[in-house]
T-cell receptor, first 113, second 111 residues
Framework: DVKVTQSSRYLVKRTGEKVFLECVQD?????MFWYRQDPGLGLRLIYF???????EKGDIPEGYSVSREKKERFSLILESASTNQTSMYLC????????????FGSGTRLTVV | GDSVTQMEGPVTLSEEAFLTINCTYT??????LFWYVQYPGEGLQLLLK?????DKGSNKGFEATYRKETTSFHLEKGSVQVSDSAVYFC??????????FGTGTSLTVIP
């Protein structure tokens, strides 16, 4: 069964910590995405990548960075976590020109205290 | 730019009721349209899709028809079950590489 795996379901971090959220897909997809999901705001795109070592800013990149050193892995980095980054984070992947749609991970619920 | 608007929730229905969740879109060209479902505590799953005008996507009793003339892709189910309680997202993709999502509609089905 094809899969997108996010390393943690729940995380609690302190303000100012550097936080790494990991996402791995086993479908050999070129495209990978990070979204955050907040009540009333739906899904908002943070960063995406169409290839190894390539990254593009989405709609809300401030306070985040990403890394894609290998095709299957796309990491989201919060350089200095803040309470307004408390959210559900969703990773997704798709093939190039993927009219079949995204495959999502189960999400990581991050709480910054 | 491309965007999706879907009806606000929450929606509460009794079991076996008819469900409609409205979705309209704005896009250049000929986008593909999708419905995703998110069950509590989980990520999003693809429910159904349609890739061209007049196509009907269907899955698990849910249906949606791609209406280009009204730029709509409304989700329907004839008889909902308690297990259908979830959040439903309408989405579009023009290039296949990036998707635009609606804000989600929460559905609760009561026995």
């Amino acid at each position: 069964d094809v899969k997108v795996t996010q390393s943690s379901r729940y995380l609690v971090k302190r303000t100012g910590e550097k936080v790494f959220l990991e996402c791995v897909q086993d479908m050999d997809h070129e495209n990978m995405f990070w979204y955050r999901q907040d009540p009333g705001l739906g899904l908002r795109l943070i960063y995406f990548s169409y290839d190894v070592k390539m990254k593009e800013k989405g709609d809300i990149p401030e306070g985040y960075s990403v890394s894609r050193e290998k095709k299957e892995r796309f990491s989201l980095i919060l350089e200095s976590a803040s309470t307004n980054q408390t959210s559900m984070y969703l990773c997704a992947s798709s093939p190039v020109q993927g009219v079949g749609g995204y495959t999502f991970g189960s999400g990581t619920r991050l709480t910054v205290v | 730019g491309d965007s999706v608007t879907q009806m606000e929730g929450p929606v509460t229905l009794s079991e076996e009721a008819f469900l409609t969740i409205n979705c309209t879109y704005t896009a250049t060209g000929y986008p593909s349209l999708f419905w995703y479902v998110q069950y509590p505590g989980e990520g999003l799953q693809l429910l159904l899709k349609a890739t061209k005008a007049d196509d009907k996507g269907s899955n698990k009793g849910f249906e949606a028809t791609y209406r280009k003339e009204t730029t709509s892709f409304h989700l329907e189910k004839g008889s909902v079950q308690v297990s259908d309680s979830a959040v439903y997202f309408c989405a579009l993709s023009n290039t296949g590489n990036q998707f635009y999502f609606g804000t989600g509609t929460s559905l609760t089905v009561i026995p």
